[in-house]
């Protein structure tokens, strides 16, 4: 059965590095999203990505965030320099189209340590 | 804005007694909802969806959940838990049309099932 993949599965970095985590949706789907969770918190949505545009994005999502898909397969959400609340489980979720019937496809997350 | 709120961070169960986690949503427009389960060092896999058809949806592993407008709910039941049960549990709305395609999610149940 299709499913996303994630990598690294943990990536620890340093205050004020840039880290990039990346993703490969399922290969016929269209939208893809990244979700994070803060340890003991809700998962909360960061931001949706379509024909190569952001769709839709949360407050969370801001200029230190960004995302890509730099060739036909993956999907990276790189922040340029991280802070010590960037510490989260990212997830990685793709869906084949926008409607309610079809749903979103998560990876098993890339959990960040920023110390 | 849609949101949802599970109530009990943390349920425990005997093996083969009922599942019960709580689920309400608050949402101005018809709202879609989904029950997620995510076991250990695993993604999040959609268990069930209602999506404005029938009231009461079945899902995967024996899982349903009624969807009680007159109460904003969206309970997820389970006649008798297995040990393989044992996971967290995350109910998500998602906004009908006009809504955006993101997922809200509430704050997770761990279902913790004992022999």
């Known amino acids: 059965e299709p499913e996303v993949t994630q990598t690294p599965s943990h990536q620890v970095t340093q205050m004020g590095q840039e880290v990039i985590l990346r993703c490969v949706p399922i290969?016929?789907?269209?939208?893809f999203y990244w979700y994070r969770q803060i340890l003991g918190q809700k998962v909360e949505f960061l931001v949706s990505f379509y024909n190569n545009e952001i769709s839709e994005k949360s407050e969370i999502f801001d200029d230190q965030f960004s995302v890509e898909r730099p060739d036909g397969s993956n999907f990276t959400l790189k922040i340029r320099s991280t802070k010590l609340e960037d510490s989260a489980m990212y997830f990685c979720?793709?869906?084949?189209?926008?409607?309610?019937?079809?749903?979103?496809?998560f990876g098993p997350g890339t959990r960040l340590t920023v110390t | 804005a849609q949101s949802v709120t599970q109530l009990g961070s943390h349920v425990s169960v005997s093996e083969g007694a009922l599942v019960l986690l709580r689920c309400n949503y608050s949402s101005s427009v018809p709202p879609y909802l989904f029950w997620y389960v995510q076991y250990p060092n695993q993604g999040l896999q959609l268990l069930l969806k209602y999506t404005s058809a029938a009231t009461l949806v079945k899902g995967i592993n024996g899982f349903e959940a009624e969807f009680k407008k007159s109460e904003t709910s969206f309970h997820l039941t389970k006649p008798s838990a297995h040990m393989s049960d044992a996971a967290e549990y995350f109910c998500a709305v998602r906004g009908a049309t006009g809504g955006g395609n993101k997922l809200t999610f509430g704050t997770g149940t761990q279902l913790k099932v004992e022999l």
């Open positions: 290969s016929n789907h269209l939208y």
């Open positions: 979720a793709s869906s084949e189209r926008l409607a309610d019937t079809y749903e979103q496809y």
